[in-house]
Nanobody
Framework: QVQVVESGGGLVQPGGSLRLSCAASGSTFGINHMSWYRQAPGKEREFVALITWGDGRTSYGNSVKGRFTISRDNAKNTGYLQVNSLKPEDTAVYYC?????????WGQGTQVTVSS
């Protein structure tokens, strides 16, 4: 089992930045990748970014390319999502997902609200 806990969300003005964290604990040996998704009210969950745990390869959803950056610290079993140039349409609950041995483990989410 892997426990996943997100943090770092909050209220930010348009154009602002946040750094979201995703801490994995438990059976973390053999993590394949970590990814972020988001879900706005009334919308489907949307892929945001992914990073492979071994070699750090990344991929991003089209709506966040160039503004968001995913990274990880293997020693801390923690991933990060740096979100810059935030827009009101980025408002959502951001979820972290960890895949290990073909099983996905989700966190409870962290709210990001972009508003003036």
């Amino acid at each position: 089992q892997v426990q996943v806990v997100e943090s770092g969300g909050g209220l930010v003005q348009p154009g602002g930045s946040l750094r979201l964290s995703c801490a994995a604990s438990g059976s973390t040996f053999g993590i394949n990748h970590m990814s972020w998704y988001r879900q706005a009210p009334g919308k489907e969950r949307e892929f945001v970014a992914l990073i492979t745990w071994g070699d750090g390869r990344t991929s991003y959803g089209n709506s966040v390319k160039g503004r968001f950056t995913i990274s990880r610290d293997n020693a801390k079993n923690t991933g990060y999502l740096q979100v810059n140039s935030l827009k009101p349409e980025d408002t959502a609950v951001y979820y972290c997902k960890v895949r290990r041995s073909g099983i996905d483990y989700w966190g409870q989410g962290t709210q990001v609200t972009v508003s003036s």
